[in-house]
């Protein structure tokens, strides 16, 4: 383990192509000595030394992905990302084998006391969704997410003279002169509809994978494959329908309410799609510095946060633990990871010049905060929980840090509050719509590139009736889906961030009441990472659960009623 006082910059941080073939021969060495162990000590001492393998090889990989990412034109690490897309399911075999070792372990009581019960629940969850027969599946599922991503970060689109890539063009979308943003959403719809075939083809072949590898796990389909995934212990595919439900019944009139309440803001006669972004008729709120003046603020707001945020964010700053301005040729998106031996996270976003830019420093800092907070804990199944966990902490984040948010927007804060919390409520239908969506494609696996569309459409006019497509003809046809990448890369991770969103909208209210409380629980449920299930992490963060009867329709209206205060 590398000490934090010597911990270099990321630049510095050595990558190389991990052994596979010694990584087996050690795991395999270590395994048996487990398995072997006559006393406790001897056993968690070599549990020990397969976490640290496991880590070694973490870690390569999550620098390899960061610098692909950071320069997907680099041909060095496109090709260690190859290798990776080859090699991961060789690792997930030898996990699986430690994971086997573990449930038999002959001080299995001892252990659990210690580590407690949800490395064991992983440990069971995991092995259901893997076999050696998958293997070649599985690293035809990453070839193809691959594939996506890279389609996806070339896109060039010429626009007005000047060419823009799928986050650049955003700013225009944004823009307040009304044709501007008709027209440069229009050019992005266009690249779309260009690739539309190719993203139909990754995407036909993604759902047959992903249906071939369920059976021959012996599941009925996908559905109950990709829950198990993303080792969900506590919740089952119905109740996440009961909670889609909640959300139609009461957050989809809000939205409703707060869309017309934009349309008359800007006083238009119908609200279109490329307005949807534009939410006031003197321009959204835009942070009033470049990147470097906004990390300078963003280093006094957590500060004076608190010290625990004060000493992280120096962290982060001092090892150049953060990648955050849009350049050719970079991954489009943003996202937080950890480099588990040199125990630091590491924050890559894309800033364009939008309040998004402050979003990232708030949502992926919360990330990285939670794992900076549990990145002691040996267990590395325990440094994150699970998603929908892990956005209680990135969405939280974004509304402690209100009261700082006038360094950023100066006199716009008020508007950038209500946008923010506009945007959480409207959010929530269009989560929801994503999860529906991909209920429906992995139910019905042999359905066509056009059924899909088609059933988008109709999920979309029950949570999102609001929207008009006005004369597009691949959004009207139901394109709109295939811009979300969680659909083609993380099957069944969108829920997630509205189940964390109902958490957040809790910790709003609760930090506005009692702030010293808020945040004390805050830390804690950050703290624990992911050594509890997401409904015993909302337990223990003094929440409420996102599927309690009513809870929807209560943590909303709170919400709704704060909106309709506004004089906006
Ligand atoms: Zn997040």
């Given amino acids: 383990m590398i000490p934090t006082e010597t911990t270099p910059r990321f630049e510095e941080f050595v990558y190389e192509r991990p052994d596979l073939d010694q990584l087996e021969v050690d795991f395999s060495t270590q395994l048996a000595a ?102 070649p599946d599985l690293q035809k599922e990453n070839q193809l997410i691959s594939a996506y991503n890279k389609l996806k970060a070339k896109a060039q689109i010429e626009f007005q003279g000047e060419t823009y ?40 072949e993604l759902v047959a994978v992903r249906t071939k590898m369920a059976r021959t796990l012996g599941f009925d389909s996908f559905v109950a494959m990709g829950y198990a995934r993303m080792l969900r212990t506590d919740y089952s595919a119905s109740d996440v329908a009961r909670f889609r439900d909640q959300v139609a019944q009461h957050i989809v009139p809000i939205a409703n309410r707060l869309y017309d309440r934009q349309r008359q803001r800007l006083a238009i006669e119908e609200l279109r799609y490329y307005d949807e972004k534009y939410s006031f008729p003197e321009g959204n709120p835009t942070p009033r510095g470049n990147a470097e003046w906004i990390i300078e603020q963003a280093a006094g707001m957590y500060a004076e946060l608190s010290p625990e945020t004060d000493t992280f964010f120096q962290y982060m700053r001092e090892h150049q633990l ?42 992926e800092a919360g990330h990285a905060f939670q794992v900076y907070s549990s990145r002691d804990i040996a267990i590395s199944e325990y440094n994150w929980p699970t998603y929908e966990a892990c956005e209680i902490h990135s969405m939280s984040m974004e509304f402690f840090t209100w009261p700082w948010m006038k360094n950023f927007f100066l006199e716009d804060v008020e508007r950038y509050r209500f946008a923010h ?148």
């Fill in 34 to 135: 487990f398995n072997e162990a006559t006393s406790f000590p001897d056993q968690e001492a070599t549990l020990q030394a397969i976490y640290r393998l496991r880590s070694h090889f973490e870690t390569m990989y999550n620098i390899g992905q960061i610098r692909h990412t950071m320069d997907t034109r680099d041909a060095f690490y496109e090709a260690e990302n190859n290798f990776f897309d080859e090699n991961l399911p060789r690792f997930e075999q030898l996990k699986s084998n430690f994971y086997r070792a573990l449930l038999a372990a002959k001080f299995r009581e001892d252990l659990e006391e210690k580590y407690g019960q949800q490395l064991f629940d992983i440990a069971e969850l995991s092995l259901r969704t893997f076999s050696p027969e998958i293997m």
């Fill in 165 to 204: 890539n799928l986050s650049s063009i955003l700013v225009k979308e944004m823009d307040a002169d009304r044709d501007l943003r008709q027209a440069a959403s229009e050019a992005r719809w266009a690249w779309m509809a260009e690739n539309s075939t190719e993203l139909d083809r990754l995407f036909d």
């Fill in 322 to 363: 953060m990648d955050l301005v849009a350049r050719d040729g970079k991954s489009t998106g943003g996202y937080c990871t950890f480099i588990p031996q040199y125990r630091a996270p590491f924050i890559f976003s894309n800033f364009n010049g939008t309040s998004g830019d402050i979003d990232v420093l708030t949502h």
């Fill in 421 to 568: 919390l506009n945007a959480a409520i409207n959010f929530l239908p269009y989560g929801v719509a994503v999860d529906e969506f991909q209920h429906y494609v992995y139910e019905n696996s042999e359905a066509s590139p056009a059924e899909r569309n088609a059933a988008w459409s109709r999920i979309e006019e029950k949570y999102l009736p609001h929207r008009r497509y006005v004369g597009n003809t691949y959004l009207e046809g139901g394109g709109f889906w295939q811009r979300q990448t969680h659909i083609y890369a993380m099957p069944f991770y969108y829920i997630d961030y509205t189940l964390a969103q109902i958490c957040a909208f809790q910790f709003w209210r609760r930090d506005q009441e009692d702030h010293q409380d808020a945040w004390a629980d805050y830390v804690e449920l950050c703290k624990a990472g992911g050594s509890r299930s997401f409904l015993n992490l909302v337990e223990l963060a003094n929440l409420e659960s996102p599927f309690a009867p009513g809870c929807v329709e209560h943590v909303s209206s709170f919400v709704a009623k704060w909106l309709e205060e506004q004089a906006f």
